[in-house]
């Protein structure tokens, strides 16, 4: 309903509203927004939940924010939480639900509880909330909106996620991607059911063709393909080659393993968590027949965080104490930092396989139980470069393994050394678990003359 006063005209949304206008026919009447074709398609009143792969200047925001607004008018006492990897993405966007707000002549105020935030007369609210996982916590929300997602940790995403629990709410992600990691990532490429919108920078007439040109030249090609066309490209700090990655990657393997065999026996790496790691355990069938040596990927365990050390040392000594591992294994432990204590808690059970510690160190050489990380990194480069590791596609835990490597970086440090390691909210912990037992089969990683004269 319209009450009219001397001022523009106000819509007076505490009183009972008439039927759900389209969203479609609302934003172009009421708004004063014509999307375009592609855009068009978020309005569809049977999309729930969407994930939006869009091209830089698509207009991702601005019609999120018509949603959101849509939304709050027309259902009272609602909650639109908008998250962003800083707190200008989360403003701005608040800002376009105000300005869409002010065109239908709605009266607004702050809630008194987030500084960014908007109080409809109907009781809806529309606010920003910090991108931690702590900030995300405890609301009942019915509209998420995360936008640049796949730059918000995932510890984030699955803080908010339940807000929409018991209320049949929604969530959406909007973003352009960030390498083939995280939350965003694996919910475009699996099952979910989402609404899944792609737009590249070329499908948008806005974006001249002279201007995309400009663009490649000047960020070059990996960039510009990720910025503009929404590809998951690799970063160019990348430890793991993508190519090699999914040539590692085998189908069928995932069964028992096949006796009879010349030689074979397992190692199995276990690296302990910190504070915000997961302790993991990974086990490494190293098997010999006519072709040679093979490396197989048997076993994958990531252990939920703040797991007791105890639990995880009860869980290790179940898998050893079964066929085909018993007697016929070696255990790896993780003895760096907090690795130390937890090694004698281990050597205080008793396990059907040797326990030997590996110090992880930053030094140049290896020696007995101390290893550079960089070459327990060029071990599992190496295997994967002569086709001898295998990672069974539907083992358990692969998927976590594959994201891992996908997440590892090269960082060059202010000494001039490089550190590999996982980005803030990313993690390591398999395939450091992986390098452990790997490195036990392999214990000398070749010089470079020796990797070029065996890649020939």
Sequence with gaps: MIWITRRPAVTDITKPQPR??????FVRQKLGFHPDPQQERIF????????????RRFGKSTCVAALAVYKA??????????LAPVKEQSSEFLRKTEQFLSRLGIRRKRDGIHKASLVLPNGSRIFTVAATEEAARSYDAHLVVIDEAARVDD???????????????????MTTPKGR????????????DWFRLRVNADQVPRIPAAFLDDQRRSMGDRLFQQEYFTEFTSP????????????????????PPVPGRRFSNYLIGVDFGKLRDHSAVVILERSQDQTGLSYTVRGLERFPLHTKFRDVRSRVREITEQYPYRGNCHLLLDGTGIGEPVDELFRSDTFACPIEKLVITSGENATSGHVPKKDLIA???????????????DLPGTAWLLEEFRAMRAQPTSTGETRYEAPQGEHD??????????????????????RSQRLI
């Design 236 to 255: 160019d700090n990348a430890v793991f080659d993508e190519e090699l990655i999914a040539a590692s990657v085998n189908e069928g393997l995932h069964h």
């Design 20 to 25: 759900m206008p389209d969203p479609l026919a």
């Design 73 to 82: 008018v027309h259902e009272a006492n609602r909650n639109v939480v908008i």
């Design 44 to 55: 569809d009143p049977t999309v729930r939940s969407g994930l939006l792969r869009c091209t």
């Design 379 to 393: 071990n599992l480069q190496l295997m994967m470069e002569m086709g001898e590791l295998h990672i069974p596609r």
């Design 155 to 173: 510890s984030v995403i699955h803080a908010v996620a339940p807000s929409i629990a018991t209320n049949g709410g929604s969530i959406w992600m």
């Design 429 to 450: 912990d398999l395939v450091m678990a992986l390098s452990f037992a790997a490195w036990k089969s392999r214990p000398r990683v070749p010089t470079v003359g020796e």
């Design 181 to 192: 990691t995280g939350a965003f990532y694996r919910e475009w490429t699996g099952p979910g």
